[in-house]
């Protein structure tokens, strides 16, 4: 039997003579480096003056436009050489000036992309994300960089028939986790708490407001926003919002994956590792909307192609992780929350039967009085369930509308009481 080391000796050794005679050829690791890949402690790249436009710009004049040249990158030094024949220079220790694609790199065994890391002169702009967390709203004032949105516009993966694979390139991407580091470590070092951290990360993404002009006038061609772009952007469609919010959470440690709808609901959401009993479909993670601000665990949201289905169309996996473990919270508020509305419906649907016949006499009349005060304790009744209700969406931050318009809550519509005088009256019971 040939063994593995023997393989990879031969493969090595085929690699470099191919190298050599196209032209290139690979610089040996120096001694006590870190390790990437395999033992290897450097990355060298391959390169002829035809390439100078995925080089980075610093190194430009440095290259000799008539050899062929080699790019060496040293992780321990931190710097950058440009070997021409047997002429070394050294560029500076910061990394490029520029943001460039990534360039790839052969190294035995292992295909390696090179992502831009670091951005010597980011163009900044400010952005502002509210959130609610422990019953009060806040704000994440933060900068993003320009040129890194810009390169994540115009390096999009690309689709080949698998969706798994698709959307975890979106959200397992090391150049995308170098630029929400500082974001993640704000929510880790501000929050100690792993339960207020998901709380955080949820919160955050459903406020960012959603994209209905993408939703109703979808353009052609079609671009799905990375992660970074939504928070770029300010907004998102549900899968635009969906993948940011999953990166963030597998950042933060949690096991995490999508929900995926087919038509006619056409939508994504985010499930989140938790205990069994509050996991949606008995897939062991817990529904978690992303669209607008909804009590994570609360499936009773309406959309224009009906309700959340009792299972997904598809679950896409994206990360192993911790268990949201005290979303029990969360999970009893939305069952309140569903049970308040069912109550104040009743009450509504009531005294609507109520006004109707009120609203056929005049209001000083005996029939009048008479249904006005089976009115009143009815009204009471729904007034004392409208203050719970209203207490659980300034927890969470729910508005009254979301998406494009859609009420987040398929309420009744309140009577309409015809006369002024009824309202006078504030609701105080008539003589009988």
Not at 170 to 187: D, G, K, P, R, V
Not at 261 to 284: C, E, W
Request: negative net charge.
């Amino acid at each position: 039997m040939i063994k593995f080391q023997d393989m990879r000796a031969g493969f090595i050794v085929m690699v470099t003579l191919i190298l050599v005679l196209f032209g290139g050829l690979i610089v040996p690791c120096s001694a006590g480096s870190l390790p990437i890949e395999n033992g290897c402690n450097c990355l060298s790249i391959p390169y002829s003056h035809s390439d100078s436009g995925t080089i980075i710009s610093s190194l430009h004049q440095s290259i000799n436009t008539d050899n062929h040249s080699i790019v060496q990158y040293d992780l321990e030094t931190d710097n950058w050489t440009i070997e021409h024949l047997n002429t070394i220079t050294t560029a500076p220790a910061t990394i490029p000036t520029t943001i460039v694609p990534p360039v790839s790199t052969m190294v035995p065994t292992t295909s390696v992309t090179i992502h831009p890391t670091t951005i010597s002169n980011p163009d900044l702009v400010d952005r502002s994300y509210p959130y609610h967390v422990s019953g009060s709203g806040r704000t994440l004032s933060t900068k993003l960089d320009t040129t890194v949105n810009n390169y994540f516009k115009t390096n999009s993966p690309s689709f080949d028939g698998n969706y798994q694979d698709f959307f975890s390139s979106y959200i397992n991407n090391q150049f995308l986790e170098t630029n929400t580091h500082s974001l993640i470590n704000w929510i880790q070092s501000t929050y100690p708490d792993k339960g207020d951290q998901a709380r955080v990360a949820i919160s955050l993404v459903q406020h960012i407001p959603y994209d209905c002009d993408k939703y109703l006038h979808p353009p052609t061609p079609f671009h799905l926003r990375s992660p970074y772009e939504t928070l770029y952007d300010n907004s998102g469609i549900c899968e635009e919002k969906s993948l940011l919010l999953a990166h963030l959470l597998k950042e933060l440690g949690f096991g995490v994956v999508l929900f995926d709808f087919d038509l006619p609901l056409n939508h994504m959401a985010v499930g989140i590792k938790s205990d069994a009993q509050y996991t949606y479909a008995n897939t062991r993670y817990a529904y978690i909307e992303s669209i607008t601000p909804v009590i994570p665990t609360d499936i009773s949201m309406n959309f224009d192609g009906g309700g959340i289905p009792p299972t997904p169309s598809h679950t896409y996996y994206i990360s192993d992780g911790l268990s949201f473990d005290s979303i029990s919270e969360e999970y009893q508020d939305a069952q309140e929350y569903q049970n308040l509305q069912v109550q104040m419906n009743s009450r509504i649907d009531q005294m609507n039967v109520i006004t109707s016949e009120m609203n056929a006499y005049p209001y000083d009349s005996a029939q009048y009085i008479v249904l006005h005060n089976q009115f009143v304790p009815l009204y009471d009744q729904w007034a004392t369930l409208q203050d719970k209700f209203n207490a659980l969406k300034y927890k969470y931050g729910i508005p009254d509308t979301s998406g494009c318009g859609e009420s987040v809550k398929s309420g009744h519509k309140m009577p309409d009481i015809k006369d002024i005088s009824f309202l006078y009256l504030n609701f105080a019971k008539m003589p009988d």
